[in-house]
């Protein structure tokens, strides 16, 4: 099993900047990605940028040269900078870890979430 706590979630002004953060427990090994998805009142969730083990990294579009994804692996954490907020932004972040297991079934793991509010 691996746990996840995402933390840096809060209320910010458009243009500003948050960081987010997302820190693994238990079973942490085998990780091939980790991955931030977020989900607008009345939306479905929506990938947001991921990471994988090799540092190849994905985002969308909505986010491209403003939200950076990072990883510390010492440290079981994936991070989330973001950037020129803007109020279309506000939404839950959730973590996601995707393990790879030996039959070569990948599982995915997600935090509770942590609520990005971009308003002046």
């Known amino acids: 099993q691996v746990q996840l706590v995402e933390s840096g979630g809060g209320l910010v002004q458009p243009g500003g900047s948050l960081r987010l953060s997302c820190a693994g427990s238990?079973?942490?090994?085998?990780?091939?990605?980790m991955g931030w998805y977020r989900q607008a009142p009345g939306k479905q969730r929506e990938l947001v940028a991921t990471i994988t083990s090799g540092g190849s990294t994905n985002y969308a579009d909505s986010v491209k040269g403003r939200f950076t994804i990072s990883r510390d692996d010492a440290k079981n954490t994936v991070y989330l900078q973001m950037n020129s907020l803007k109020p279309e932004d506000t939404a839950v972040y959730y973590c996601n870890f995707q393990k790879l297991y030996r039959d070569a079934t990948l599982e995915n793991y997600w935090g509770k979430g942590t609520l990005v509010t971009v308003s002046s």
């Open positions: 238990g079973s942490i090994f085998n990780i091939a990605a």
